[in-house]
């Protein structure tokens, strides 16, 4: 058995976007897969400012960090960046089987891998230096996370990221982020209106 042949067999719930999943804070031995839409992982800093560490998408497992840690409050918040469908997994039974089933064990730590590997790629976009370089590894990020196309259109992906949305993926204003925007589209980097948002990887590069 495989992950997907289990998750399948798995409770679903619907949330509309802007909807929490789960809160910092939460107890919970429910672990979630994504079967339809995107999740945002976030955070506060001190002053209530929201920040964006990662996006969640099809068959991705939040909270991923308590698969196999032991069970305390969640320390980040997962809400719903775009009308979403989940797969409801019980953590316990989950584990019991993965431990009796090989190939899905396997495919477990496969899974945790490619997660730590992906988490690495995204803290190296927000070590760069300035605004604009962490625009550019960002978009460079998310457009290679989900298609391997050289250009990414990521509305028809399903994937509306607002101004706001970038700005705090990289820890910036909305205002200074969408000045931003508008150099890399003059350069040719990406093309966008209220229609498309598409990002040409070769070009969006550092």
């Not at 989940?86 to 089987?97: G, H, Q, R, S």
């Amino acid at each position: 058995m495989d992950i997907v042949e289990y998750v399948r067999k798995c409770p679903v719930r619907h949330f509309t976007k802007g909807e929490i999943l789960l809160s910092e804070g939460d107890v919970s031995d429910t672990l979630l897969a994504i079967r339809s839409g995107y999740v945002k992982v976030t955070s506060l800093d001190d002053e209530g400012n929201e920040r964006m560490l990662w996006i969640a998408g099809r068959y991705d497992i939040v909270p991923t960090e308590r698969l196999f840690s032991r069970h305390s409050p969640l320390r980040f918040f997962y809400t719903a960046l775009s009308d979403c469908d989940v797969y409801e997994i019980n953590k316990a039974d989950f584990l019991t089987k993965a431990k009796a089933d090989i190939t899905l064990m396997t495919e477990v730590a496969t899974s945790m891998s490619n997660h730590y590997d992906d988490l690495l790629a995204r803290v190296n976009t927000v070590g760069q230096t300035s605004i604009h370089e962490k625009l550019i590894a960002t978009l460079h990020y998310v457009a290679t996370r989900f298609s391997a196309e050289q250009s990414v259109d990521l509305y028809q992906l399903g994937l509306h990221l607002t101004h706001k949305d970038l700005a705090e993926m990289i820890g910036s204003t909305r205002e200074t982020t969408s000045v931003e925007l508008q150099k890399l589209r003059q350069a040719g980097s990406i093309e966008y209106d209220r229609a498309r948002f598409i990002i040409h990887t070769d070009k969006c590069s550092l």
